[in-house]
Structure formats: structure tokens, C-alpha cells
């Protein structure tokens, strides 16, 4: 089941902040409103430190520790688009949990969330916070993402947030037929966002644009 975070109590302030990066969004051609609406919903100030909260709903990326950024909101929105234009897909496998942000906003549109990361204190505090806004449709695991979740899938959507300079093979198997992949690959110089569909035919690749992810790193840490 979809989990929801509701509005209620937010400030004025708040929500005119919120808005504004609503509207940036759109300038930009995000168009999928229920993306909006869970963007708006969310509290982006609760996944990185308090000492960055007030740049949280610019569109920037963001540190959070551990020589990892969370990823700016058009991308997330983007990534989240593409995930969701062929229809709502029920099993979804995130490759990169970080601070959890795109957890939480996938959470909110997809049946059921398993997401992995490989940095363990990250994996942790994002745990806490999709407890702390009842995000209870979604699993973790602390693992080498690369190789993905075998056990859970197959998956109708993966997305990942960190960058391989090839798509693992792995993720490729774990794809359902009528499944989508989106992820960046590329190396540190060079980066493309790529869709693949896998259908009975075969790989259906796109290039949508150019980006700037961490890179897909091997293996466990903490
Ligand atoms: N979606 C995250 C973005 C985090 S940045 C957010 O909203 O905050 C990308 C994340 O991918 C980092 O946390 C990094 O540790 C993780 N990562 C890199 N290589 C990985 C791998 N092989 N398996 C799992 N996670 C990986």
C-alpha cells in the first residue's frame, strides 16, 4: 500500500518556501502533478543537517555526509517522472537509499519500495526517518547495490542514484518484462540519465540528458 505524508500544520512560511520550489519545477518541465503534490508534501529540511534545513527547498544538491550529496529536487523529480510515465509501477527497487529524500518520495507512489545502500550510518538515519513519517511500505538493505536485490524482485521500476560507468547486468536481469530502468552511467568527467525498457523484444534505451550523480561504488561500508 501507498503510504501518504499529510500537510497539516505546516506554516505559511513553510508552504510559501515549498511553493517556490513547485514553481521552479515547473519552469523547468516537470509536469506530473501527483509528483508535485508528494514534492510539496515532503519535508526536505528532515534529510539533511539542521545547519543546512534553511537551503532545503532551494533546487540544489545537498551534502550529507560521508562525501555524498542529496541529489537537487528537479533531478529527483525528473528520475521520479520517468519512473512513473508508463503507469504506476507496484515493486520498485532503489539502488542508493542516501538520506532517504527519493525514498520517501517514491514511497508515496509506488506499492512497495526495497532500497539499498551501501554506506551503513546513512542507511540507518534514512530507516529513521521513513519510520518517523510512517513510510511503512518500504524495505531496506545495507548491501552493494550493483548487484541489486534478487531475492525481492523481479522489479517493475529500479532508479539509481549513484553512477556506474555500465549498467550492471545484475539490475538488468532483476527488471521485470514491462519494467523500466533509470539511472545515470558515466564516469566522473561524464554523465548521461538513461531509461531502459525491457520488453519481450528486447532493450529499449533512451538518453534524456546530461547529469552529475556520486559514482556506483563497490562493496559494504560500516
Ligand atoms: N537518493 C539519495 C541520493 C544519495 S547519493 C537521496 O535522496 O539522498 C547516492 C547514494 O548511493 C549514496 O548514499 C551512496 O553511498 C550510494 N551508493 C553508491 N554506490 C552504491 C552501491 N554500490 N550500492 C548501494 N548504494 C550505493
Redesign the pocket.
Given at each position: 500500500m501507498v503510504s501518504k505524508i499529510h500537510l497539516d500544520g505546516i506554516g505559511m512560511t513553510s508552504m510559501r518556501t515549498r511553493n517556490r520550489l513547485i514553481t521552479r519545477l515547473r519552469e523547468q518541465g516537470i509536469v506530473n502533478e501527483d509528483v508535485l503534490d508528494v514534492i510539496t508534501a515532503t519535508p526536505r529540511h528532515l534529510?539533511v543537517d539542521e545547519a543546512l534545513a534553511h537551503r532545503a527547498y532551494e533546487d540544489d544538491a545537498l551534502p550529507?555526509g560521508?562525501n555524498?550529496?542529496?541529489?537537487r529536487p528537479y533531478i529527483?523529480a525528473k528520475m521520479t517522472e520517468l519512473l512513473l510515465e508508463k503507469g504506476t509501477p507496484k515493486r520498485v527497487l532503489?539502488?542508493?537509499?542516501?538520506?532517504?529524500?527519493?525514498?520517501s518520495i517514491l514511497a508515496q507512489l509506488v506499492d512497495e519500495l526495497y532500497s539499498?545502500?551501501?554506506?551503513k550510518p546513512?542507511l540507518d538515519k534514512a530507516r529513521q526517518r521513513a519510520r518517523m513519517l510512517k513510510l511503512n511500505n518500504v524495505r531496506f538493505q545495507h548491501?552493494?547495490?550493483?548487484f541489486g536485490w534478487p531475492q525481492q524482485g523481479p522489479y517493475d521500476a529500479i532508479l539509481s542514484?549513484?553512477a556506474p560507468r555500465q549498467v550492471p547486468e545484475e539490475l538488468l536481469e532483476q527488471l521485470a518484462i514491462g519494467g523500466r530502468l533509470i539511472m545515470p552511467i558515466g564516469d566522473a568527467r561524464q554523465q548521461q540519465l538513461i531509461v531502459i525498457d525491457k520488453t519481450q523484444e528486447g532493450l529499449h534505451e533512451q538518453v534524456i540528458e546530461a547529469v552529475n550523480?556520486?559514482?556506483?561504488?563497490?562493496g559494504r561500508i560500516g
Open positions: 534529510f550529507i560521508h555524498q550529496t542529496l541529489s529527483v532503489e539502488v542508493g537509499t542516501g538520506s532517504g529524500y527519493q525514498m539499498v545502500e551501501r554506506i546513512l548491501a552493494d547495490g550493483g542514484a549513484a550523480f556520486v559514482p556506483l561504488l563497490a
